[in-house]
Structure formats: C-alpha cells, structure tokens
C-alpha cells in the first residue's frame, strides 16, 4: 500500500535546528516534495527531491535515502515565523504518477 | 502574492448543486494542479495538467472534472455535491511538469449546506 509518515507535532526553541522526519512506503517513486503551511494560508513549496543527499536552501535543507523510504527536512536558527505545519509528499511513479501527501507536522516555536 | 489566481474566494452552495471553480496559472507557467484539503483528511491531491493534458491523476472523484484550456487557465467542476466537499480547494502551477517549484493561488473555500 502507500503510506507516509511524519511526527504529528514538535516543539523547538528559538534560534535552535530542528529535523523534522518522513517515511514513505509507495508502489513507485519519483520525487518527494516538502511544503510549509501556516493556518488558514496556502501552502508554500520548499523543495524537492528525486536523487539521494542532501539540498540546501539557505536555512531550510531537505534529505533523501531512496533506499530507506526516508526525508528530512532541517531547518536551520529557527524564527518564530517557522511555526507552521510541514507537509511530506512523494509522486507514486506507479500509480499514475499522482502525489500522496503525509499528515503534515505542526511544528511549534518557542521563545 | 504566489501570481496564481483562483476564483470564487468563498463559495455557499447546496448539497447535489453543481460549482465551477477557476485558477489562472502564474505567466509563463504551463502546468497546474489541484488539491483539496479538509480537516480531517488533510491536504489531498485531485489531478494536474500541464499545457492542455492530463499530466497525473490523484484520488479525484467521478462526480469531480477538471480541464485546462489552450490560454493555460484551468477549471475544477464538482457536481451532485455532497456534504463531506465541504473544503478548502487550492490550485497551484509550475512552469514544467514535475520538479519544478510549485506555486499555489489562495484557494477557494467551498461550503456545501
């Protein structure tokens, strides 16, 4: 079946590093995408990945192990604006290439 | 502002009525895609099209159609709607049709009584 999983919710402090998780189970893969949501908004892109390493966008970076099923996404001296939810979703290459998203992550900063 | 628009913002309709929700894409921009997102099943993904063609289809309903025209704008048809399409409908666009950065319009809040 097709499955992705990511913590309902963490807390961090500000100006501290937290990494949030993502385990997929899919039938294909061809790229995993990490979106950041805050209440009542459109969601916003933050990246995108279909090769193994990591990628970095000044403070926000995402990983990807094909192998494992397995993301993270970094965020980096975190901002009290980065409280949002965070959304893991990977494109089933098998399954009309349609994109299944996780729960999402809500992530609290405090100060 | 994401350059992508969606029309109507906020939309009351009654339960097996019919509604037509519109997205222009960002210029330039050739693919578009819809999401719907409720409460309790999250962000969900309906279908996408990239320049006129259904490029990828999701978990869309039969009573749901979606098309893109040749000036690239896209429309969501939801018909015999039922209580539970009560939901935030969000179009986003990309210029190619996969990795590329997706940008998202504001979304259309559907309530069906």
């Known amino acids: 079946g097709q499955n992705i999983d990511q913590p309902t919710e963490m807390t961090a402090t500000e100006g501290a590093i937290v990494q949030i998780n993502c385990t997929y189970q899919t039938s294909g893969f061809n790229g995993l995408f990490w979106y950041q949501q805050h209440a009542g908004e459109a969601p916003t892109f933050l990246s995108y990945n279909v090769l193994d390493g990591l990628e970095e966008k000044g403070r926000f970076s995402s990983f990807l192990s094909r192998s494992k099923g397995y993301s993270y996404l970094l965020l980096k001296e975190l901002q009290m604006k980065d409280s949002a939810s965070y959304l893991c979703?990977?494109?089933?290459?098998?399954?009309?290439?349609?994109?299944?998203f996780g729960k999402g992550t809500r992530l609290h900063i405090l100060p | 502002d994401s350059g992508v628009t969606q029309t109507p913002k906020h939309l009351i309709t009654a339960t097996g009525q019919r509604v037509t929700l519109r997205c222009s894409p960002r210029?330039?921009?050739?693919?578009v895609y819809w999401y719907q997102q409720s409460l309790d099943q999250g962000l969900q993904f309906l279908i996408q099209y990239y320049n006129g063609e259904e490029r990828a289809k999701g978990n869309i309903l039969e009573r749901f159609s979606a098309q893109q025209f040749p000036d690239l704008h896209s429309e969501l048809n939801l018909s015999s709607l039922e209580l539970g399409d009560s939901a935030l409908y969000f179009c986003?666009?990309?210029?190619?049709?996969?990795?590329?950065?997706?940008?998202f319009g504001p979304g259309t809040r559907l309530l069906v009584l």
């Open positions: 979703a990977v494109r089933d290459s098998e399954g009309d290439d349609k994109i299944i």
């Open positions: 210029s330039g921009d050739l693919s």
């Open positions: 986003a666009s990309s210029v190619e049709d996969t990795q590329e950065t997706q940008y």
